[in-house]
């Protein structure tokens, strides 16, 4: 192993998250960031929609905090959606000073609401004002990233490591004092921090049918779980309403065509939405979903049409250059076709327990953005609150660490909690503690077969429409690809590479049961969460959120690597 490098702060992740908090920390830190793919490849590079904010003349914080309220479906942290929506100005302008460029209306040629600036609003799904900022059309996450990462190569101080997963993190009686990483040679080396944050985004890719990009593998959570931090809220994932499914790939369709105009229609040729909403198309994104799964299950088809055929052809080639684009690609014309759409896994509402500042149950580790659960976004994220909760809590949590905020316990402030202590897999015919030390191998062909297998289980079983009795049987379907892995495993040889498949496969092994324990756990319907067999919201879990440790018979204290003892599983 490699000898050992010291900093002030080590990120995990470069989406807008990372980039934030290692743009916003005192200049004369030293900061290593961490990338598993190259610099620049990220969930925040492919947001279509925008950020929301409170900019325009009928609009205010207050009205943002009621619609994200009424998204979040009974199960958000009220004082953190406060503060998401007060600081939302504050940070668009921070994003404005580093060179990004929203766009802004053109003189006797924008229809659209503008700030008193000129910067134009758009109007996305079950916001009750226009408070979309977007740019390019609809490049707006990519024209953020542009931004951060041109401040960035002004910052001397953060050395970047591209390509280079992390594997596990260093935990101690003091808690978290740094991680392990592969080189690109698949070499483990160890990086010491004062600070470590996990910023490395989201699970679309424990399923089958994703918006994310392939990385999205649920890294920062299995990373956190296993160093014996508590999660919650993994039960809420939310599914987008419309993606793009042709030619055997799957291409997000923004929210904001349904706020400009564009209907929903069966192969019957009905505009349906107003059957199930009385938003129709601009309703919560969940119920858009079932909606759309609905119709597709009465019809026999896999999928239903999005239409933009009665709104201005060059208009919406102007709003959505990037959609017309892939649209053009796959032979289709956004503005005089029925574009084939269908939902498919987004964003993960849970994630890393923090506090308002950042702070996870385990000293000196943090996270923000997708992978945290600040409970800003309860049972169902309102749309364009994600650029949005990266970048607020990314400042705060980069204010935290010099000592310039003050002090706030962790945890969720403004929730009730139920707190479930479980080991992920039983012990039972395992020849390996689980999960398995960073050191061990294995190959690389059983690695990637076992992640299709998971992510068709986990579509068939723990999408839209789950019940007792499928989440019982993916349980025990995850238990036997965990334990084909395991058998597989085998020590490391001195200099033999680890395998980023090999990685990954762990880390989606472990994210997703803990997605299934948690919906096992919630016997009801709520938000994205959508039980068949509790197909109501209960009263009694209002505002309750469910927390997830681990079951450790002790906990083991090391500089390396803290590994979960076994323990009997949570059914």
């Known amino acids: 192993m490699a000898s050992c490098q010291r900093f002030d702060v080590a990120i995990v992740g470069a989406g807008i998250a990372g980039l934030t908090v290692a743009l916003s920390l005192p200049p004369d830190w030293r900061v290593a960031l961490f990338t598993k793919g190259r610099l620049g490849e990220s969930n925040t590079r492919y947001a279509q929609g925008g950020l929301a904010a409170a900019l325009g ?19 958000c942290d009220p004082e953190a959606v406060r503060v998401l929506v007060e600081e939302a100005p504050a940070a668009v302008r921070w994003l404005i000073e580093l060179g990004v460029r929203f766009d802004r209306a053109v003189p006797g040629e924008s229809t659209e609401a503008t700030t008193a600036d000129g910067l134009l609003l758009g109007q996305e799904a079950a916001h009750c004002r226009r408070r979309i900022l977007h740019a390019g059309g609809d490049a707006t996450g990519a024209e953020i990233e542009r931004a951060l990462l041109a401040a960035l190569k002004a910052r001397s101080q953060i050395t970047i490591y591209a390509d280079t997963p992390v594997c596990a993190l260093l935990v101690d009686e003091a808690g978290c004092s740094g991680l392990q990483a592969l080189d690109r040679q698949g070499q483990p080396f160890v990086v010491e921090a004062r600070h470590t944050v996990l910023a490395c985004g989201g699970t679309g890719s424990l399923w089958a049918y994703t918006s994310n990009p392939a990385g999205a593998t649920a890294d920062g959570l299995a990373l956190a779980w296993r160093a014996g931090a508590a999660l919650a809220d993994l039960e809420f994932v939310q599914f987008h309403p419309t993606v793009l499914k042709v030619n055997g790939a799957t291409h997000l369709i923004s929210e904001a065509v349904r706020g400009e105009g564009a209907y929903l229609r069966n ?101 923000v953005g997708e992978v945290a659960c600040t409970g800003v976004h309860g049972a169902n994220r309102l749309a364009s609150n994600s650029l949005l909760e990266g970048l607020v809590f990314g400042r705060r949590l ?53 992640q299709r297998e998971l992510r068709d289980l986990m579509w068939r079983s723990v999408s839209l429409c789950r019940d007792e009795d499928g989440l019982r049987s993916a349980w025990q379907t ?45 016997r009801e319907s709520r938000g994205s969460h959508w039980r068949s067999d509790y197909p109501q919201p209960d009263p009694s879990l209002s505002g309750v959120s469910l927390v997830l440790r681990p079951a450790l018979e002790s906990v083991e204290v090391t500089s390396r690597p803290a590994l979960q003892h076994k323990g009997r599983p949570y059914v």
Do not use: K
Not at 62 to 72: I, N, P, S, V
Not at 424 to 436: E, G, H, K, N, R
Not at 514 to 519: D, E, G, K, N, R
């Open 57 to 75: 003349p009928d609009d205010s914080p207050e009205l943002h905090y009621a619609d994200t309220l009424a998204a979040g479906a009974g199960l």
């Open 398 to 450: 980069a204010a935290l660490l010099p000592g310039e905020a003050p002090e706030q316990a962790s945890g969720a402030s403004g929730r009730r909690q139920r707190e479930l202590r479980l080991s992920l897999f039983s012990a039972q015919d395992q020849a390996y503690p689980w999960p398995l030390p960073p050191a061990w191998v294995g190959p690389e062909e059983l690695a990637r077969a076992l």
């Open 267 to 367: 192969h019957a040729g009905e505009r349906f939405m107003p059957r199930y909403h009385p938003l129709a198309e601009l309703a919560p994104r969940d119920v858009v979903a079932r909606a759309i799964l609905s119709e597709m299950l009465t019809e026999g088809v896999d999928c239903q049409y999005l239409d933009l055929t009665h709104l201005p052809d060059e208009r919406m080639y102007a709003r959505f250059p990037t959609i017309a684009s892939l649209c053009r690609r796959h032979g289709l014309d956004l503005a005089h076709d029925l574009l084939p759409v269908a939902p498919a896994a987004h964003y993960c509402m849970g994630g890393i327990q923090v506090d308002l500042q950042g702070r996870s149950s385990i000293p000196h580790l943090y996270a």
């Open 478 to 522: 995850l238990q036997r690809l965990q334990a084909r892995f395991v058998e597989a495993a085998r020590p490391r040889a001195p200099h033999e590479p680890v395998g980023r498949g090999w990685l990954e496969t762990a880390n989606m092994l472990d994210s997703a049961a803990l997605v299934v324990q948690a919906a096992l756990a919630r």
